[in-house]
């Protein structure tokens, strides 16, 4: 009894303690987008604008973009996003963008992750290289720090099937 | 992990297996992303509070969903399925077309049909195609045409269902097919080789949809009450199949090829083996079914014994796999060609030849 009681107070005081736990969910601001290009007629020209995602029919290329902020006054590392990719969307081979990031796949749900050329699926007889339309995750290891007020985007396409 | 739950998780695994089996689609232009669905987005952030030694890694971040509805494609394909132009006589009746409706949209969808028979411009040698008599009197642009019911391929009269529009026309979920039959007569006196040809129209019901532009956008039209978008084919699938009239005949015609006598010269006398060709000749356009050539032997020869060749391949003189026989009780040839397809322009032949000796 007496154990337990000294063990929620120390946990207490940790928490207490740690004022980076309870400022964590505000240090950075993360925002999805799913949108589209567009054709639209700017001065009797044809011209590609980003727009959110309307007409979703099958065959439509969805751009997927997350934007990351520093709101803190503190500096990040080890920044990495992961995004999964929808059962009913087919990504698009080549299109993951990201500056300073390594980009990595998954084919399994997220189990495992690996670059694009030793990203392996299992078959019957082994392995295979995974197919760009089996990937189900992509996951970007943002290589440099990400220091206060600094903001930066990732993202990629994919087709709806 | 307990043994009951590991069988738990192959049982499901395997039911996984078979449900994926049985919802991989069959059609080439298969799609996946059913109409009405909503496609959800959310990402992860995992990152550490300050530098080096110092950094604290932080509870990941979970950004806003960002989440669409599926918008329904309305997408029909009608394709004629029939290999070559259907041969008809003049006059003729209850000549049948056979189209296959697909909808290969993402939505459930309701087809109407129509028929156009020889549509403009029609082309200066074609003829004019009527609707089965029997099935439509009146001619009209939905009439003679017929639902594939019982399963069996090709039109069963009695057993595949009349088109009633309004009535059953095709629901096809996305993917689904339905075959098509298009009964016709073809009107007395139409020259040899001429085409008839008639045009099926397969438009969807959803208002509005039918005829538009390509990606013109129907709000809350739908399945599910998503947006239903005009896919290119204009809510609206067409394709034309052909008639054409068959001056087939077939004409035979035997000629002594050789003639070889015991010592060595070409006269007909006892003892002299007689080598006989026989050539059955197609000519117009269409396919004669079941052809057999039977061959009695002249009074006073014998047949020489494996003597028989189709296309300059020998045929055995039994009744076996190969098309030729030797039938001992009516002294002659019988040589089974079996289905023979001609063209207006090309014709066929099969050329037979065989032996028989002086008596």
């Known amino acids: ?161 | 992990m307990s043994k009951s739950l590991k069988i738990k998780l192959l049982s499901r695994a395997r039911l996984a297996w078979l449900l994926a089996f049985l919802w991989m689609p069959q059609a080439s232009w298969a799609v996946s992303a059913i109409a009405g669905s909503t496609i959800s987005n959310v990402a992860t952030l995992g990152y550490s509070m300050g530098v080096g030694a110092a950094a604290q890694v932080q509870p990941n971040i979970i950004s806003n969903a960002t989440s669409f509805v599926v918008a329904e494609l309305i997408d029909p394909r009608v394709t004629w399925q029939d290999a070559l132009p259907v041969s008809v006589n003049t006059p003729g009746v209850n000549s049948v077309l056979t189209f296959l409706l697909t909808n290969a949209g993402n939505g459930q969808e309701v087809f109407g049909l129509a028929r156009s028979n020889a549509p403009a411009p029609i082309p200066a040698t074609n003829f004019v195609p009527v609707n089965s008599v029997l099935y439509d009197p009146a001619n009209t642009p939905t009439g003679a045409i017929f639902l594939e019911t019982n399963g069996v391929p090709g039109f069963q009269p009695g057993l595949d269902t009349p088109y009633t529009p309004g009535v059953n026309d095709p629901n096809l979920a996305p993917n689904a097919s339905q075959i098509i039959y298009l009964v016709s007569d073809t009107p007395a006196s139409v020259a040899n080789g001429s085409k008839g040809d008639v045009l099926l129209t397969a438009s969807s019901k959803t208002v509005g949809a039918a005829g538009a532009a390509p990606g013109t956008a129907l709000p809350g039209l739908g399945q599910g009450g998503s947006i239903a978008v005009v896919g290119k084919t204009r809510a609206q699938a067409l394709s034309t199949g052909s008639y054409i009239t068959s001056g087939l005949s077939v004409v035979v015609t035997k000629t002594i090829l050789s003639v070889l006598d015991p010592s060595g010269g070409v006269l007909v006398m006892p003892g002299a083996i007689v080598t006989y060709q026989i050539v059955a000749a197609l000519t117009g356009a269409g396919t004669a079914t079941g052809l057999v050539i039977n061959d009695p032997l002249p009074a006073n020869t014998t047949y020489v014994p494996a003597s028989m060749t189709l296309a300059g391949v020998a045929l055995t003189d039994v009744a076996d796999a190969d098309a030729g026989q030797f039938i001992a009780a009516s002294n002659s040839v019988s040589v089974a060609l079996g289905n023979l397809t001609s063209t207006a322009v090309a014709g066929v032949s099969a050329v037979i030849t065989l032996r028989a000796k002086i008596n």
């Open chain 1, 1 to 161: 009894m007496k154990m337990t009681r000294l063990l929620c107070a120390s946990a207490l005081l940790l928490s207490l303690l740690s004022p980076s736990v309870q400022a964590a969910a505000g240090a950075i601001k993360v925002t999805s987008l799913a949108e589209t290009d567009v054709e639209v007629m700017k001065a009797g020209k044809k011209e590609l604008k980003r727009l959110p995602v309307t007409k979703a029919v099958p065959g439509t290329e969805v751009i997927f973009t997350t934007r990351f902020e520093n709101v803190s006054d503190k500096t990040a590392t080890g920044v990495t996003i992961n995004n999964p990719i929808a059962k009913e969307m087919e990504y698009k081979a080549g299109s993951a963008f990201g500056a300073d990031c390594e980009i990595v796949f998954s084919a399994d749900d997220g189990k495992t992750f690996a670059a694009v050329e030793s990203l392996k699926i299992k078959v019957a007889e082994g392995e295979r290289n995974a197919l760009p339309r089996e990937y189900t995750n992509v996951r970007w290891i943002y290589k440099g720090q990400l220091a206060a007020g600094k903001a930066s985007e990732v993202g990629f396409r994919a087709v709806i099937k």
